[in-house]
């Protein structure tokens, strides 16, 4: 799969445009994918008995967003069920 840099460099601009609109359809796809890793991840870290400050620390997060990752929500608070996927 090309990445963006190809993408740019396509000179037909129909081709270009084609190109740039299957990877932004993709983009809930991945988005959900990457969300479910992570949280994979989370999950995994928190099992080796880490805690959510340190796990915050260890990403870069705040302790409170490893607690709504590890419940599956998105940030934002939208009021997303746990393990229901949304856009962050």
Known sequence: MAD???IERITDPAERARQAGQRLGAIP???ARL???RQEAVVEMKARDMSYADIGRELGL???RI???LEGRSAGGRGNKPGA???E
Request: proline residues 0%; glycine residues 0%; charged residues 30%.
């Open 67 to 69: 607690q709504q990752i």
């Open 4 to 6: 963006i840099n190809d």
């Open 62 to 64: 705040h302790r409170n």
């Open 29 to 31: 796809a991945w988005q």
């Open 35 to 37: 969300r479910k890793i």
């Open 85 to 87: 996927e949304a856009a």
